[in-house]
């Protein structure tokens, strides 16, 4: 088959793989957003932030890790899964063992309710246990499983959400003497939550655990350690870009008044949930990518791939970017119903154009991927954390979360011209850069013009995204078609 035409095949199962779970955990927002005043879901907001650093943490880098000596010939595969599975479980329980010990001392650095501790360490404990599993999957090209486990587990969080939060009160107000009343608490919503997603993360961790049946275990001390050599900047670029995606919310609860801080974290968090489709469509775009870049550094010219499937990435982000911007008051109606936290909507072109930037960078980074020098995309990660940090702290005070969103595009945008100017000297790719060059430029004028100049108005929005639609169709029509149709 076509490598091009597989790879896209691939993306479109890892895609659905990625939407799905996705679209479903996106109705949490309209259901949270219904259920929650905004400071409500701004403190949900701020414990999902320190949920995302300390995921990063337990992974510790390893899902790279795997795929790299996954991936390597001279390794035996069964020792290199179960190294890693011993690995991630060592890690995880002494984690959980010291997350016990320290409960108090996180929950008073963090501000989280001691409540919540509980139910966060249990969860990102089980969520780490998965990683190797699901990472297996993925690089014995099983996408339908991984997909159907994965949508599971949003469907079970979901349902569970919508019992605790909707059914459970009705039925609780309605015939209190039932045994489901005794489940319910008034002003127990944020447990309610979690209660939710430590639930569905069980039971995946019970439909992977084949996995961890296999026998026999074998711990190769040596593979081992140049996984964790491999792994450290992945890690620290992990960090890197979290601190990228939620430190803002953090930083917005420890820079803003005490009074307004939740409240403005809760609008904030919930307009950024516009972002959907462009965080969709890269997710499902990396999880397709990833394990073609290594499984294809090998083969004849790998480059001239590499610089089309980003070609591809940039024209596909572009047509989303827009779309999503000129119909975003149309979009929020049903992402975030609740005109509380629509105030927030003037940061939405500039968040949803900083994951389109998040996009572009994770396609350039192939280049450290495949020659192993991850210690790059660390050095990379960390001038956008600091940049990010830098710009909140400065301004946050002034501007609010405006800062946060400009600050989130800033970072994003260095890390694709330090990317691409680090690839050019030590792995070059034939980039079309006046074709990229082109359809950002198009699709962001396009995006400001709709949503800033022309104040959201929907039909000259829908005018410029037809326009654009038929610039890529006339451009790119044939090429697409050779793609698909070829075998």
């Known amino acids: ?84 599975l011993i690995s991630i479980g060592v890690s995880s329980f002494i984690f959980m063992l010291l997350a016990f010990m320290f409960k108090g001392t996180i929950s008073s650095i963090s501000d989280i309710d001691p409540q919540f501790i509980t139910y966060a ?15 297996w999957l993925r690089a014995n090209e099983k996408p ?12 079970i969080n979901l349902s569970l959400n919508c019992f605790f939060l909707l059914i459970l009160p009705i039925m609780a107000e309605s015939n209190p003497d039932s045994f489901l009343s005794g489940l319910y608490k008034p002003n127990f919503e944020i447990s309610y939550i979690f209660i939710s997603m430590l639930i569905a993360s069980g039971i995946t961790l019970l439909l992977m655990l084949r996995l961890y049946l296999r026998r026999p275990y074998i711990f190769d001390r040596f593979i081992w350690t140049n996984m964790m050599k491999y792994a450290a900047p992945v890690l620290i670029a992990g960090i890197a870009f979290t601190i990228n995606e939620v430190f ?42 990833e394990p073609f870049f290594f499984s294809h550094s090998k083969s004849d010219n790998p480059q001239r791939a590499y610089a089309q499937i980003t070609n591809y990435f940039v024209i596909l982000g572009s047509v989303i970017l827009l779309s999503v911007v000129v119909y975003a008051d149309v979009l929020k109606l049903f992402i975030v119903p609740n005109s509380d936290y629509w105030e927030a909507m003037s940061v939405v072109p500039i968040i949803i154009l900083a994951s389109f930037c998040l996009g ?88 400001m013009l709709s949503f800033y100049a022309f104040n959201r108005n929907l039909i000259i929005g829908s005018i410029l995204f037809i326009i654009f639609l038929g610039m890529v169709y006339r451009l790119e029509s044939d090429k697409l078609k050779q793609i698909f149709l070829r075998k």
């Open 360 to 447: 572009i960078y994770h396609n350039l980074s192939v280049w450290y991927k495949v020659t192993d020098r991850t210690k790059f995309g660390a050095y990379i990660s960390l001038i956008g954390a600091v940049l990010t940090i830098i710009i909140n702290y400065a301004f946050i005070p002034y501007f609010g979360y405006v800062a946060s969103a400009v600050a989130t595009l800033v970072a994003y945008g260095s890390m694709v011209i330090l990317s691409f100017f680090f690839g050019r000297m030590y792995y070059p790719i034939p980039y079309n850069h006046r074709k990229i060059i082109f359809y950002l430029v198009v699709s962001i004028s396009f995006s």
């Open 248 to 289: 803002d919310r953090i930083m917005l609860d420890w820079l803003l008044p005490n009074d307004i801080a939740e409240s403005e974290i809760g609008k904030y968090s919930a307009c950024y949930k516009l972002t959907l489709f462009m965080t969709l469509f890269a997710t499902a775009f990396r999880m397709g990518i």
């Open 121 to 135: 360490i249990l969860i990102l404990v089980l969520d780490a246990l998965v990683i190797i599993p699901f990472s």
């Open 1 to 84: 088959m076509n490598p091009l035409k597989k790879l896209f095949k691939q993306t479109f199962i890892y895609g659905l793989a990625t939407v799905l779970p996705r679209m479903l955990s996106f109705l949490l927002t309209p259901l949270y957003v219904t259920v929650l005043p905004t400071d409500g879901y701004g403190e949900v907001s701020i414990i999902f932030a320190w949920f995302a650093i300390f995921n990063v943490l337990l992974a510790y880098g390893m899902e790279t890790a795997f795929f790299r000596f996954y991936n390597d010939n001279s390794l035996n595969k069964k020792t290199v899964v179960t190294t890693s």
């Open 144 to 155: 339908m499983r991984y997909a159907l486990v994965k949508i599971a587990n949003v469907v």
